[in-house]
C-alpha cells in the first residue's frame, strides 16, 4: 500500500540548500511513485519566505516558477475547515502555525510528516513523523 508523506518546509529547504538530511529528501523524491508526496500551500509559502530572506527575492521567485514546478509534489490548498483545524491545533500544541497547517493536513490526507523538525516532537500523539 503507498503511504503519503507530507514534505514540510524543514525538509524542502534541507534539500534546496544541500543541508544535512539533503539526501535522504533525495531519496524521498526519487521514490515519490511509491510513497506520492504532498505539501500544504503554507508551507510552501514559508519555504519561499524563508529563501528570499536568506538569499533574495529572485532565487525565491526561481524556487516558485521553475524548481518547485519540476519537482513530484502534489501541493495541496487550504479550505476554511482545514484553517480552522490548524488553529485548533495551534491553540493545544506549542508548535508554529505553519507546522500546523502541516500537521492538519497530514491527518485529512492520512500521510506522515516526513521532517527533522524537532518541533514536531510535541505533535508526535497526532500523527505519523518520518524522521529525517
Known sequence: MKKKKLLDSYSLLAYL???DKYQRVKDLLSSSEDNPLIMNELNIGETYYILARERDSGYADYFIEVILPSLPIEILSNSFEQI???SRIKA???ISYADCFAVATALKEKAAIATGDPEF???EELVEIDWL
Open 121 to 123: 516532537k510535541k505533535v
Open 92 to 94: 493545544k500544541y506549542p
Open 84 to 86: 480552522i483545524k490548524a
Open 17 to 19: 540548500k544541500k543541508e
